[in-house]
């Protein structure tokens, strides 16, 4: 005798809500996507404010196999222009500076540092913050126009630097390490 | 920037993105991931379908965002773009699920539990897709008629309707399968 149809439809819903898990590294790619999208909403004057000023400068790195962090994958992107284009006289280089997010996936880190040329390479710095994913850890620093080494700290001794980004040929570090270039102007 | 607020609502975190906080759309993502998941993967019947249709949602939402008018409600309104991908994404998904044969038998592990699922699968993939999409949307995301009707554009009758044959029809394989 077979069950009762509310009964087996009862069984198979059951069976069907059961949570699905799915892979967080998506977080990534989304975020990957979307930050060489326009800001939605830019009509605002807000928006325009922190609208994107040029596509994202956009880091990938590899899964480390035996690491602790696993399908890492890093993003920066320019967050905004901090100077002012109101009339006035030409402003010092330092006021040019434009805010850099650092967008790193490592879903396994408990702790990470942006560490670089910016902050004298100071794990204690410039930590980087979970972005309500448990996987993407972000950081903001401004950036005046000029040539940077940076790296990822993770968990206080690994170091993560970006393959597909220019390799630092600087060796004074004895640590992997990638290179982004702020350009001068509205590039 | 900052630090992102675990408890923060939808609503507040959709204003963020909108002025261009872009950081803020990894809380949404995080936030509805796996949930939305689950539809995509019952709907679609794999992994790799349902990921690739939950990216595209979330990209196509992300365009959007400037168009979602009652950002209390971005739950509610990424859900109808995600049923929207999952029914484009449907065919492509089918064709290559009928690549696979219903073979209860070799796949049983030791509990049953393996041949249970798989018979659940095959059950939903062999459902028309509009009465699969109905199926799922009351008996597993628990909707009512009425949000069902918002999401998918369908009137409440016929979804009534759909969800009645998906029952009887799912009731029907099961027998077949258990004949197997």
């Known amino acids: 005798m077979f069950e009762p149809v509310d009964d087996v439809i009862e069984r198979i819903a059951r069976h069907l809500r059961r949570p699905v898990r799915i892979d967080p590294a998506l977080d990534g790619r989304v975020m990957r996507e979307i930050t060489a999208l326009p800001t939605p909403g830019g009509a605002t004057a807000l928006g325009k404010a922190w609208g994107w000023l040029t596509r994202p400068h956009q880091l990938t790195l590899t899964p480390l196999g035996g690491l602790t962090v696993a399908a890492a994958l890093a993003v920066v992107v ?96 004895g640590e992997p390490s990638s290179v982004l270039t702020v350009g001068g102007g509205g590039s | ?75 509610a309104w990424l859900y109808g773009i995600l049923v929207n991908r999952c029914r484009t994404a449907g065919p492509r998904a089918a064709r290559r699920a009928r690549r696979f044969v219903h073979d209860p038998a070799a796949l049983a592990g ?42 998918t554009g369908a009137g409440v009758s016929a979804l009534k309707m759909r969800v009645k044959r998906a029952r009887e029809q799912l009731q029907t394989m099961l027998k077949e399968a258990e004949r197997v």
């Open chain 2, 110 to 151: 030791p509990d049953g539990r393996t041949e249970w699922d798989d018979t659940v699968r095959w059950a939903l993939a062999r459902l028309p897709s509009e009465s699969r999409e109905a199926f799922l949307l009351k008996h597993v995301e628990e909707l009512e008629y009425e949000d069902m009707a918002r999401l």
């Open chain 2, 1 to 75: 920037m900052g630090i992102r607020n675990v408890g923060t609502s939808d609503a507040a975190l959709v204003r963020r993105v909108q002025t261009g906080d872009t950081g803020a759309y990894a809380d949404l993502v995080a936030r509805y991931r796996d949930r939305l998941g689950r539809y995509a993967l019952h709907m679609l019947g794999n992994r790799e379908d349902a990921e690739e249709v939950l990216q595209d949602a979330f990209v196509r939402a992300y365009r959007s965002l400037a168009r979602c008018d009652d950002p209390e409600r971005f739950g």
């Open chain 1, 78 to 173: 320019l967050l905004s222009r901090m100077d002012s284009s109101a009339p006035g006289p030409p402003a010092p280089p330092q006021a040019e500076s434009r805010a850099f997010q650092f967008v790193l996936v490592a879903p396994r880190a408990t702790h990470i540092s942006l560490v670089g040329d910016f902050n004298d390479w100071d794990a204690a710095r410039t930590p980087m913050r979970r972005a309500g994913s448990e996987a993407l850890w972000t950081a903001v620093v401004p950036l005046a126009p000029g040539r940077y080494h940076y790296a990822f700290l993770v968990d206080g001794s690994r170091w993560l630097a970006d393959p597909s980004a220019p390799v630092a040929r600087d060796e004074d570090y």
